[in-house]
């Protein structure tokens, strides 16, 4: 029970950033190019542990039942799109 609620943590904060990243504006990408916005700053420690994650995820021999939950599969799915929009 814990697992879910702490995946479901981890999606709506994947979510969240993604969506910060999605709608930036002028000022936003001023201050990405500066190295000064404050999520991306965030997620330059964030990015090794999600790459982490996903390494170890795809070499689990039950891959295709987990991607079946739907928490675990938009936890993959949230990943891969910051992942997507950091690089």
Same mark, same amino acid.
């Given at each position: 029970m814990l697992d879910n609620q702490i995946n479901e943590l981890k999606t709506k904060s994947l979510e969240c950033i993604n969506f910060?990243?999605? /709608?930036?504006?002028?000022k936003c990408q001023m201050?990405? *190019?500066?190295g000064q916005h404050q999520i !991306?700053?965030?997620? !330059?420690t964030l990015i090794p542990l999600l790459i982490q994650s996903l390494?170890? +995820?795809?070499? /689990?021999?039950?891959l295709e039942q987990l991607l079946d $939950? $739907? /928490?675990?599969? *938009? +936890? !993959?799915? $949230?990943?891969? $799109?910051?992942? *997507?929009?950091t690089t």
């Open positions: 910060a990243l999605k /709608r930036k504006d002028k201050l990405i *190019n500066a !991306v700053a965030g997620l !330059v390494i170890i +995820f795809g070499q /689990r021999t039950d $939950e $739907e /928490r675990i599969s *938009n +936890f !993959v799915i $949230e990943t891969l $799109e910051a992942l *997507n929009l």
